[in-house]
Structure formats: structure tokens, C-alpha cells
T-cell receptor
Framework: DAGITQSPRHKVTETGTPVTLRCHQT?????MYWYRQDPGHGLRLIHY???????DKGEVSDGYSVSRSKTEDFLLTLESATSSQTSVYFC???????????????FGPGTRLLVL | AQKITQTQPGMFVQEKEAVTLDCTYD???????LFWYKQPSSGEMIFLIY??????QNATEGRYSLNFQKARKSANLVISASQLGDSAMYFC????????????FGPGTRLSVLP
């Protein structure tokens, strides 16, 4: 058990409203990630963090921002939600400290977001 | 650019038989890792097995083994003695040496185990 929780687990919101998803880990891991999962696409990386206040963009970062003010929390914000952001959002962590290719990522339970 | 291809959208297997899920990858980086994840209908992503590009032997984890053919750029997952609980989506993923980025997933294969 990698000790990852996500909140909320389900959310329905309206187009144009801001939404913040929270990922919390209890293991003090350096690397944290946000993915979105859509049918036919597998998981796609939105943003990741390699330390407190250190973040970088992934493949599908447009329309999303992130923040990491504490090691244990990684927040994903949709500043103005759109229907195309309806998806399942997964947070993940890497156990090691160097971010190398051998490092397994462990995933949180996911958040289902519906933007009407 | 890195890419993962899973050409089988869906597979069926009889309980207690073995099944192979295909995965091919594309990267020009010599250092990379290959992963398989299982996603049951409950939605969580479960790590199954890992293979490093420099590993000489195929990875095994219980009933899971990874058939790694580097020259063909394939990393097929073999599940032996299938169980009803193996019914799920299976994702192949790759990571290259890039300090946290470039963890690329394939579109997945849905496996159904028949009693």
C-alpha cells in the first residue's frame, strides 16, 4: 500500500467553474504525478512534481495548473473547467529519489470528474 | 518520441489457461523501463511487473511473466493459469531516463476470463 489518497473521489461541476483536486501521500516520496484517463488513450501525464515547489508540464497540461507546497500534498487545479476535462484523474508517486527509468509508479484510487 | 502500442482491444481466455497480451514500444533511448498495470472494474491501477532495458532475463512475478524481445521492441505480458479475477484492463507502459517525465501508457487491452 503506497499510502496515496485522492479527494474528492467524485465531483460534478459546471463549465467555467474552478476545480481543485487533491493528492495526499503518507510516504514522503519526492516524485508525484497527475494523469488523466480517457477511453482509447490509456493514461496521459498532465503535470508532475520532483519536490516542494518544483513542478513541470506533461503531455496534456493545457488548462491545468498544479502546486506543491508540502511534500505530502500535490494539488491539481482546473482554473475554468470545460467539458473536455471530464475524465478520471489519477495521482501517482515514485518511491525513489532520482526519477530513473526503473522506478515504479504507484497510483491513487482516482477521481471521477464530470463537467456539465 | 516514445510510444506504446497494444493492438488487442479485447481478449478472451478460458479459466486456467495461459494468455499473452501484446505490447510493442518505440524509443531511441537505450535506457528505459517497461511496466504492466492491471485495472479491474473497480478502477484502481495495480502494478504487476517491471522489465529494465538492460535486464538480461525476463521478469517474473508469480503468475505474471514478461516476454521481453529487445530487438523486436516487444514486451508481452504472459499470465499463466488464468483466474476469473484476472478479468480487467491491462496497460503496458514505458519510462525513459528523463528525471520524472515520459511515463507513456498504451491504450490498454481488456481481458475477459471465461469460466
Amino acid at each position: 500500500d503506497a499510502g496515496i489518497t485522492q479527494s474528492p473521489r467524485h465531483k460534478v461541476t459546471e463549465t467555467g467553474t474552478p476545480v481543485t483536486l487533491r493528492c495526499h501521500q503518507t510516504e514522503n516520496h519526492r516524485y508525484m504525478y497527475w494523469y488523466r484517463q480517457d477511453p482509447g488513450h490509456g493514461l496521459r501525464l498532465i503535470h508532475y512534481s520532483y519536490g516542494v515547489k518544483d513542478t513541470d508540464k506533461g503531455e496534456v497540461s493545457d488548462g491545468y495548473s498544479v502546486s506543491r507546497s508540502k511534500t505530502e500534498d500535490f494539488l491539481l487545479t482546473l482554473e475554468s473547467a470545460t467539458s473536455s476535462q471530464t475524465s478520471v484523474y489519477f495521482c501517482a508517486i515514485s518511491e525513489s529519489t532520482s526519477g530513473g527509468p526503473q522506478e515504479t509508479q504507484y497510483f491513487g484510487p482516482g477521481t471521477r470528474l464530470l463537467v456539465l | 518520441a516514445q510510444k506504446i502500442t497494444q493492438t488487442q482491444p479485447g481478449m478472451f481466455v478460458q479459466e486456467k489457461e495461459a494468455v499473452t497480451l501484446d505490447c510493442t514500444y518505440d524509443t531511441s533511448d537505450p535506457s528505459y523501463g517497461l511496466f504492466w498495470y492491471k485495472q479491474p472494474s473497480s478502477g484502481e491501477m495495480i502494478f504487476l511487473i517491471y522489465q529494465g532495458s538492460y535486464d538480461q532475463q525476463n521478469a517474473t512475478e508469480g503468475r505474471y511473466s514478461l516476454n521481453f524481445q529487445k530487438a523486436r521492441k516487444s514486451a508481452n505480458l504472459v499470465i499463466s493459469a488464468s483466474q476469473l479475477g484476472d478479468s480487467a484492463m491491462y496497460f503496458c507502459a514505458m519510462r525513459v531516463w528523463d528525471y520524472g517525465q515520459n511515463f507513456v501508457f498504451g491504450p490498454g487491452t481488456r481481458l475477459s476470463v471465461l469460466p
